[in-house]
């Protein structure tokens, strides 16, 4: 009886943290973040991870200290913490201590060779991976990013793989050329263009990802 009972409470509680779980969009954490940043973790300790910073987006800083994600029932890093991994980050900044965004942890991207990794729950809602066997093509006109599980680390990491020089591209143009407002911080009520079509166009032809982001900042905006 008694394991009956703590195995409802576990489930129910369990029930209820998904219930307050929403991840952050990941247009959300682009115009949200306090710092950005691509980098290698150089130290860590039990609460707290370094990275030496191989490219800012919005400062000047060439090191960082960020606090380390606790693993909980909804959400898991995809590995545990190393030396020498490499994280493009999202970051919010709270009674002065960094921390990637979003409860899930989806403000923290594994960096492998020239490819960056983006959660899925910061992208489409449904379905939550894709079959090997679809292609973005299948998807043409809906406006979807299709996520599938990659191995990272020796883990399975379910997300959209893009280059990683190209999301920094439209990372920091979205940055320079888009102008939002947000209703209760996290909704998206209107977008207004600070640099000309041309330029939206070239950074928008790039890869998938900067199509769909576009695209789904204008339909986002437009509601």
């Known amino acids: 009886m008694r394991l009956a009972i703590i195995t409802t409470l576990f489930f129910l509680t369990t ?10 969009k990941i247009y959300q954490m682009v115009f949200l973040a306090d710092k950005i940043v691509y980098g290698e ?9 370094t990275i030496n910073v191989h490219q800012n987006l919005t ?11 606790e693993n909980w029932p909804c959400a898991w890093r995809w590995t545990d913490y190393q030396i020498g991994q490499k994280v493009f980050l999202f970051l919010s900044e709270y009674k002065g201590r960094l921390r990637a965004m979003s409860a899930g942890n989806e403000g923290e991207l594994p960096v492998v060779n020239d490819s960056v990794y983006i959660h899925r729950l ?15 093509s299948d998807t043409a006109g809906q ?48 977008m207004t263009l600070k640099c000309t079509e041309e330029e939206i166009h070239q950074s928008q032809q790039t ?8 695209e789904e900042l204008k339909r986002k905006s437009s509601r």
């Open 122 to 136: 910061s992208l489409n809602i449904q379905p939550p991976f894709w079959p090997e066997s679809i292609q973005p």
């Open 143 to 190: 406006n979807i990013l299709i996520s599938q599980r990659h191995s990272i680390n020796d883990k399975y990491f379910h997300g959209h793989r893009s280059r990683l020089q190209d999301f920094i591209s439209t990372v920091i143009t979205l940055r320079k050329c888009v102008e939002v407002e947000f209703h209760n911080t996290y909704d998206l009520t209107s």
């Open 41 to 49: 973790i150089s130290e860590m300790d039990s609460t707290t991870f």
């Open 207 to 214: 890869t998938a990802f900067s199509k769909w982001i576009y």
């Open 59 to 69: 400062g000047e800083e060439t090191s960082l200290t960020i606090q380390k994600f």
């Open 15 to 24: 029930l209820s943290a998904r219930a307050d779980y929403t991840a952050l």
